[in-house]
């Protein structure tokens, strides 16, 4: 397991793929993620030669979780200080949710390093039904109890056919949520209120200068398509896509489909060079 102290915070990280690959892609986690949410994204640049970075943010299950609120201005400096310290210089940024707004907090700030950002299921600005769903979190995170908390999340984040489909699968997630670490609930409960205090990004979006792809599940109700849609009309150089018949977590409910778009998106906005 490999860690890098940042800002004095202790943060995990893993380097897939090519290693000494010209281009790198970044993938910047949901709020309840780790590195391993990514597995069906971050094969499919491995296998066309990119180098991949994945890290979970100060909070996250395998990090350190300092005393919050935190700011989304801190994670993207901090993600950006992981890249230098690991040689990378400009990168292609994949982020959904919260680690979509994450990386829109990193175009703005680090506009030299950013390539490319691809935006899933993320909002900049926030209303009151999107405030009272992750409220109800925190109030589960703070019960403590991993099995009501999981399923008090679950009807938020994923389609109605998807957790049809999935039940047995949601039923696993949820007695492995019962082993994660002592303190994962106060990080979740700081990364919430991060959220809450400080997604006011709308205004500051006419900064970002790189390509953007935005994407949104059509069933998404926690953060639902009108978000993106102010997203992708304050930024020149976007594309936006919908996703059909997917809820929140579009990276598990329609990883095909999104990877298409995806490894299309970034492919002709790099510069390798295929044999």
């Known amino acids: 397991m490999a860690y890098r102290t940042i800002n004095g915070v202790k943060l995990y990280y893993e380097i897939r793929g090519n290693e000494e690959g010209e281009e790198a892609v970044a993938f910047f986690n949901g709020v309840m993620a ?5 597995s069906l994204q971050a094969r499919v640049f491995e296998r066309f030669g990119y180098r991949v970075l994945l890290h979970d943010f100060k909070g996250q299950l395998l990090s350190e979780k300092p005393e919050g609120p935190y700011t989304f201005k801190e994670h993207a400096e901090e993600a950006r200080l992981l890249m230098k310290e690991l040689g990378i210089e400009k990168v292609h940024l994949i982020g959904t949710s919260y680690g979509g707004e994450v990386a829109l907090r990193f175009a703005i700030d680090f506009p030299e390093a950013v390539k490319s950002i691809s935006i899933i299921d993320s909002v900049s600005e926030l209303d009151e039904v999107l405030k009272l769903f992750v409220g109800g979190w925190k109030d589960a995170a703070k019960a403590g109890d991993p099995r009501k908390f999981f399923w008090n999340m679950v009807p938020t984040i994923y389609g109605d056919s998807f957790i049809r489909k999935n039940f047995k699968m ?10 994660a670490s002592s303190d994962y609930f106060e990080g979740q409960i700081a990364l919430y209120e991060t959220f809450l205090g400080d997604v006011c990004m709308t205004d500051l979006l006419e900064r970002i200068s790189c390509r953007t792809l935005v994407v949104c599940g059509e069933e998404d109700i926690l953060k639902p398509k009108k978000f993106s849609k102010i997203i992708a009309d304050r930024i020149q150089k976007s594309e936006f896509a919908i996703i059909p018949d997917s809820g929140h977590v579009t990276i598990f409910e329609k990883p095909d489909v999104l990877n298409s778009l995806l490894l299309g998106f970034i492919m002709k906005n790099s510069n390798l060079h295929v044999q």
């Open 34 to 38: 780790s590195v391993n949410s990514w």
């Open 170 to 179: 949601l039923e696993e997630r949820a007695m492995a949520l019962e082993k």
